[in-house]
């Protein structure tokens, strides 16, 4: 067992304690997944796959131009990776249910705000509020709530619960966002998605989310007296500083650990790569021959295939290691992405080429915090995740505009996909040389 394992294992409440598992702590650890999955399939339509449905409209209605509208949805990403760390560090001493509730009332008024948005400014300033909402309550959130309650054995199950259903947000909310549009204006529509967003996530994060009864912070060998106890409480109450910081600790254990800095290259490289497709590909499809409808169509697919490859990735997992499978499809994805211009004009061969890339898409969300959780622990997970977070999202943010110059330069798309490939190789490499994760399956019976 590793000392993160053993770390873990300090935090945990033994079943046989109270508060430790039972039918009740099983059942309730079950039905925080479903609440998430529901969360965040409404969250990720509502605060995040809803602009660009809004954008066209939007920009004619404050008249502006469409880049200068896009560029709140830059923000907003600015915005949920500038608050990554300081909320993971509170996830991890608090726990979700407090942040994701304010986070759930806020976003709701933030979409209602946004209803009544008549400058740039203002557009700038109310996606800028959602994008510091997504930090309390999209994934990273989610998934700290997860991990903080299911052992090695069943996380990937768990978070391949939350994922999969949240995987058609886009799905559902991308045509439905359109058809309200369409009907009534943005203004009713973003009226209607904040009523939408507060009925069903406010309730569930409050009613729902717990910390689970045994993570609470490390007790000390010896059980200090009742006395003794009041005074560090009455202490820690006056001064915030002295109050138990788990994520600190774990920080700085997995910065000096060269798998943490593995994982890193790999999930930034991975995301550069990843949006870079997201945005391109309707283009390059429609570049090389193919009609608008058939690239947005196939484009349309990869939220598809991101669940299917979810699917495959955690059977998978039963067999051999994350690190062994994360791995492979990444290597699948870069022999994808480095073949797809010598055989995306022809029909069958871009189906091809966008299914074997798409079945990757959304493996690296399950992926990173099943190989965090499992080579560093539960102790410290949320900050731990949330520092890594924050360069993804810079890529995220950036790597589109990147591509986009680079094709200029070079008058070329294949330089594009070749650059792609080679994001995809690195990350594949990078995961392989983690090599293969201890876990904290050994922390198993103290969690569900």
């Known amino acids: 067992m590793t000392a993160t394992t053993s770390a873990d294992a300090a935090t945990s409440v033994p079943p046989t304690q109270p508060g430790g598992t039972g039918r009740s702590p099983y059942r309730r650890a079950w039905w925080i997944v479903a609440a998430l999955a529901v969360t965040q399939t409404v969250?990720?339509?509502?605060?995040?796959?809803?602009f660009p449905v809004f954008l066209p409209a939007v920009a004619a209605g404050l008249g502006v131009t469409q880049i200068q509208a896009t560029?709140?949805?830059?923000?907003?990403?600015?915005?949920?990776?500038a608050l990554?760390?300081?909320?993971?560090?509170?996830?991890?001493?608090?726990?979700?249910?407090?942040?994701?509730?304010?986070?759930?009332?806020?976003?709701?008024?933030?979409?209602?705000?946004?209803?009544?948005?008549?400058?740039?400014?203002?557009?700038?300033?109310?996606?800028?509020?959602i994008g510091a909402v997504g930090a309390l309550v999209l994934y990273e959130s989610a998934f700290a709530v997860v991990v903080s309650w299911f052992d090695a054995a069943r996380r990937s199950t768990a978070l391949l619960a939350v994922t999969l259903v949240a995987g058609f947000a886009s799905t559902i909310f991308l045509p439905l966002t359109g058809l309200l549009v369409d009907r009534y204006g943005w203004r009713v529509t973003a009226l209607a998605l904040a009523a939408v967003y507060g009925a069903l996530t406010v309730p569930l994060h409050a009613a729902v989310i717990r910390h689970p009864p045994y993570?609470?912070?490390?007790?000390?060998?010896?059980?200090?007296?009742?006395?003794?106890?009041?005074?560090?409480?009455?202490?820690?109450?006056?001064?915030?500083?002295?109050?138990?910081?788990?994520?600190?600790?774990a920080l700085h254990?997995?910065?000096?650990?060269?798998?943490?800095w593995l994982l890193a290259t790999a999930f930034v490289a991975h995301a550069a790569g990843l949006v870079t497709v997201t945005i391109h590909l309707v283009s390059y499809l429609q570049y090389v021959g193919h009609s608008a409808t058939f690239a947005a169509s196939l484009t349309g697919l990869l939220g598809v295939l991101s669940v299917a490859g979810r699917i495959m990735v955690t059977a998978l997992q039963r067999w051999r290691t994350p690190t062994t499978v994360t791995a492979s499809v990444f290597a699948l994805?870069?022999?994808?992405?480095?073949?797809?211009?010598?055989?995306?004009?022809?029909?069958?061969?871009?189906?091809?080429?966008?299914?074997?890339?798409?079945?990757?898409?959304?493996?690296?969300?399950i992926a990173r915090p099943t190989l965090l959780s499992e080579l560093?622990?539960?102790?410290?997970?949320?900050?731990?995740?949330?520092?890594?977070?924050?360069?993804?999202?810079?890529?995220?943010?950036?790597?589109?505009?990147?591509?986009?110059?680079?094709?200029e330069a070079t008058g070329s798309y294949p330089v594009v996909w070749a650059t792609v490939a080679a994001c995809c190789v690195v990350a594949?490499?990078?995961?392989?040389?983690?090599?293969?994760?201890?876990?904290?399956?050994?922390?198993?019976?103290d969690r569900f």
């Open 215 to 249: 993570a609470s912070t490390t007790r000390p060998a010896v059980q200090p007296t009742a006395r003794t106890e009041r005074t560090r409480s009455r202490r820690r109450s006056a001064d915030p500083a002295q109050a138990p910081d788990p994520g600190r600790a």
């Open 333 to 365: 994805q870069a022999v994808a992405a480095g073949v797809l211009p010598a055989v995306a004009a022809g029909v069958p061969g871009a189906i091809a080429g966008i299914v074997c890339f798409g079945l990757g898409f959304g493996v690296a969300t």
């Open 253 to 260: 254990r997995a910065v000096r650990d060269r798998r943490f």
């Open 84 to 129: 990554a760390v300081p909320v993971g560090r509170w996830l991890d001493r608090h726990g979700g249910r407090g942040s994701m509730t304010v986070g759930s009332i806020a976003g709701t008024l933030l979409l209602a705000g946004f209803s009544q948005v008549d400058t740039l400014i203002g557009l700038y300033l109310v996606w800028t509020g």
């Open 43 to 50: 969250g990720y339509g509502t605060l995040y796959y809803s």
């Open 71 to 81: 560029g709140a949805f830059t923000t907003s990403v600015l915005a949920g990776a």
């Open 376 to 407: 560093f622990g539960t102790t410290g997970f949320a900050t731990i995740s949330a520092v890594l977070v924050v360069p993804i999202t810079l890529v995220t943010a950036l790597a589109p505009l990147g591509a986009a110059l680079l094709r």
């Open 428 to 445: 594949a490499l990078a995961v392989a040389a983690v090599g293969r994760p201890t876990g904290d399956a050994a922390a198993g019976p």
